[in-house]
């Protein structure tokens, strides 16, 4: 998973896959994830508030009013 820093708003985002290099640069490797699900892996969703201008991540499908569900980012291993 990618560290991407937006040009204008310095906001910080995740992703496996590269994004719009007009608007984001890529920095280093944050961490690994899994692209597929296997056996034990749960999903990561990717969260945007529009009014805050943030990105949140869990694995909840939903977390509360305001935030809109971009959809699914990679899948990782639970904290046991």
């Given at each position: 998973?990618?560290?991407?820093?937006?040009?204008?708003?310095?906001?910080?985002?995740?992703?496996?896959?590269?994004?719009n290099s007009?608007?984001?640069?890529?920095?280093?490797?944050?961490?690994?994830?899994?692209?597929?699900?296997?056996?034990?892996?749960?999903?990561?969703?990717?969260?945007?508030?529009?009014?805050?201008?943030?990105?949140?991540?869990?694995?909840?499908?939903?977390?509360?009013?305001?935030?809109?569900?971009?959809?699914?980012?990679?899948?990782?291993?639970?904290?046991?």
């Amino acid at each position: 998973v990618y560290k991407f820093l937006h040009k204008i708003d310095s906001v910080f985002l995740y992703a496996i896959d590269s994004l719009n290099s007009d608007v984001w640069e890529k920095k280093e490797t944050a961490f690994y994830a899994l692209n597929d699900s296997i056996s034990g892996s749960i999903p990561i969703y990717r969260f945007y508030h529009k009014i805050d201008n943030d990105y949140y991540y869990t694995s909840k499908g939903s977390i509360g009013e305001g935030w809109n569900n971009i959809g699914l980012e990679f899948y990782a291993f639970p904290d046991k």
